[in-house]
């Protein structure tokens, strides 16, 4: 009996076979499309049930043990399927299931990477197989399993390699000591869209970007013949190997010197084919039960107006609105180059507007500046809870601003999608075992349930995999500023929500729903920055054109060599007219940063302490806010620098980058 299962695989699927399509007669565009996933004929394989189907235009299949082990543990092999495979035939008989995708002449490339995650979707949700997979490469499937594993470290069992090309200028290259394969090199130059100077300085080869790989300690077995004059050691296996252990990898290299060695070293025996198999089952069984990414993120109304824009093949902006977990490589850069593989003829432009340091309050009031000024954005991830958390940010202003960063966003386009995010901290890992919702995650799931955006706990996530022992926040993740393994995890939770966001909204057009009324009508969406030039009735105060340091002490980007109000000296004062419900304070807190007496229309006079934890040894930006709930309409602050300082500090500076309104 014949099977037709209509699946929409967008999740990179689309966008490959799009690419592929587009080379061929021009197009610009990210058609979308729905692919049929067809069982074709059923036959056997080493005297297994094979069940083959099709995956758009891909023959794959997998093969079925006759009973299958607990929680589906599976072997998925790269190419060559039909080569040494005693292996195999041994794991189906302990109840592995086998599965192989024909994307032959791909060479791993982004397009044949994104057609496996298509069938790893559909294997582990239609089809119940294991979410970590064990790995086989021969040859040029190196490049394969290498490829989707760096993209996927937290879905691999093992890896287990014969003879794997791990450096495309080795083979099919042969810009090294190998002979290579002239019409290959220029065949792989076609599929991955390059030209051979691009091919020669490409630098996501096996051997490259290896840290989060190991990272999740992924073992990996490499079978080499001792003297393989197509693939060397020495280029490839060995160079692998060495960067490999130097990240912390596991690495056990096994060379053959028994037996016929032909085709110049590449092809030699396996000798004791169940010990292999004995390793690989023991890496991947028994199936530990992961938590699912799922449980962590909520759609909501979801991303229409963003897929659709980058469906178009067109131009696209992405923003990335946050701390030092923003600004810090990691999660970020992956997820723009999913994007940049999931849509391949779109033109993105990436807005980094990650400052450590900085939360809500600050994001609230630089958007303007720092984003929306770029022009028209079409996606923006917005992350504050930690930052928010360790500044000490109340409740109600923190609220404010959360508000008027989306009000301000969806004034500025109305079809901008917002991912909300919160990233955990030990403050948020403590609440939650103690049973209690961190504030900040209330703010923000408040904030993104109202205007119907996505979000992300990735505190509770990340609390609940450490409670299930699937890593330890002391050796994997480490801080709250992740280390590897924690931004390979906030990448894949990022990455399964946008992949549930776009496969549910290929063809639903994207709304323009008014703003619903505020949660606070005090809320923060007209912020901006006010220019220090605007302070009148200067006592003590001059403006500094290009203020820096004059120690050793650390700075921000972006804080350091601009304009800069000061005032050293208690009892300097000034006025600032201005207009809004909000007045505030960015200011570079270092050393010597002290005490501030203000008013706001000639009220009671209150005082601020502009020293920091962070003071004694970085000039910290740092933004104040004096009100946040004044009448719309004109009003004058009053601003001098006290006699009093903090015990810690080193003078009564005061330094004004900007001045902050509503």
Not at 132 to 160: F, H, M, Q, T
Not at 469 to 490: N, R, T, V
Not at 567 to 589: D, E, N, Q
Request: glycine letters at 8%; proline letters at 6%; one cysteine or more.
């Amino acid at each position: 009996m014949i099977k037709t299962l209509l699946i929409t695989f967008l999740f990179g699927f689309t966008a490959g076979i799009a690419l592929a399509q587009n080379h061929e007669n021009g197009s610009a565009g990210n058609a979308p499309a729905v692919y049929i996933i067809q069982n074709t004929a059923n036959d056997s394989w080493k005297g297994f049930e094979r069940v083959n189907i099709t995956i758009g235009p891909h023959k794959a299949y997998y093969v079925n043990p006759k009973k299958s082990l607990e929680g589906n543990p599976w072997v998925w092999r790269a190419s060559f399927p039909d080569w040494h495979t005693d292996i195999d035939s041994i794991l189906l008989t302990k109840g592995f299931h086998i599965a192989f995708v024909n994307v032959d002449d791909q060479y791993g490339s982004p397009y044949a990477l994104q057609v496996w995650d298509a069938f790893y979707k559909y294997l582990t949700t239609k089809q119940s197989f294991a979410a970590k997979v064990a790995l086989e490469g021969v040859s040029r499937g190196g490049l394969y399993v290498y490829g989707w594993a760096k993209r996927n470290p937290d879905k691999v069992s093992c890896i287990y390699n014969e003879a794997p090309v791990c450096n495309i200028k080795s083979w099919p290259g042969g810009k090294l000591s190998a002979p290579g394969d002239a019409n290959l090199w220029k065949q792989l130059q076609q599929v991955y869209h390059i030209t051979e100077q691009q091919a020669l300085d490409y630098h996501d080869n096996p051997i490259d970007n290896l840290d989060g790989l190991a990272a999740f300690k992924v073992p990996v077995m490499h079978i080499i013949g001792i003297n393989d004059q197509v693939v060397p050691n020495a280029e490839n296996t060995n160079i692998l190997a060495q960067r490999y252990t130097a990240l912390g990898g596991p690495i056990m290299i096994y060379p053959v010197t028994a037996g016929p060695q032909e085709l110049n070293g590449h092809h030699f025996p396996i000798e004791h084919p169940e010990q292999w198999a004995g390793m690989i089952m023991d890496y991947s069984y028994p199936v530990k039960k992961m938590l699912p990414y799922t449980d962590y993120f909520t759609i909501r109304n979801g991303l229409a107006g963003s897929f659709n824009v980058f469906n178009s093949g067109k131009k696209a902006t992405v923003a990335f609105l946050g701390g030092s977990i923003t600004y810090n490589p990691g999660w970020r850069e992956k997820i723009s180059r999913y994007l940049t593989e999931r849509f391949p003829s779109t033109d993105f432009h990436f807005i980094q507007a990650g400052i450590p340091s900085l939360g809500s309050v600050p994001h609230s009031f630089r958007l303007q500046r720092d984003v929306l000024d770029s022009g028209k954005v079409d996606l923006m991830f917005v992350e504050a809870a930690v930052n928010d958390n360790v500044n000490g940010l109340d409740s109600l202003t923190e609220l404010r601003a959360l508000e008027g960063i989306v009000r301000h966003a969806k004034k500025a386009n109305p079809q901008m999608d917002l991912v909300m995010m919160e990233f955990v901290d030990p403050d948020k890992i403590r609440d939650y075992n103690n049973g209690k919702t961190p504030m900040q995650i209330k703010n923000h799931e408040l904030v993104a349930n109202h205007y119907g955006l996505p979000s992300i706990n990735l505190a509770k996530e990340v609390t609940d995999k450490l409670n299930n022992h699937e890593f330890s926040w002391q050796y994997d993740f480490k801080d709250l500023h992740p280390a590897i393994y924690g931004q390979e995890l906030y990448f894949a939770s990022i990455k399964s929500l946008l992949n549930s966001c776009f496969d549910n909204q290929q063809d639903i057009a994207p709304k323009t729903n008014p703003l619903p009324k505020p949660l606070t009508p005090l809320n923060l969406s007209n912020g901006r920055y006010y220019s220090i030039q605007n302070a009148k009735n200067l006592n003590g105060w001059a403006v500094n054109p290009d203020w820096a340091p004059n120690d050793n002490l650390s700075t921000r980007e972006g804080f350091v060599h601009k304009p800069m109000l000061i005032g050293t000296k208690s009892g300097s004062s000034l006025t600032l007219p201005f207009t809004g419900t909000a007045i505030g304070m960015a200011i570079v807190s270092g050393p010597d940063a002290g005490i501030i007496s203000y008013s706001i229309d000639g009220g009671a006079e209150k005082k601020m302490d502009l020293y920091t934890q962070f003071s004694s040894w970085i000039y910290l930006p740092w933004y104040v806010t004096f009100s946040t709930d004044l009448k719309k309409g004109s009003h004058t602050l009053n601003l001098k620098i006290d006699t009093d300082k903090n015990n810690n500090s080193k003078g009564n500076t005061c330094q004004v980058i900007y001045f902050l309104t509503n």
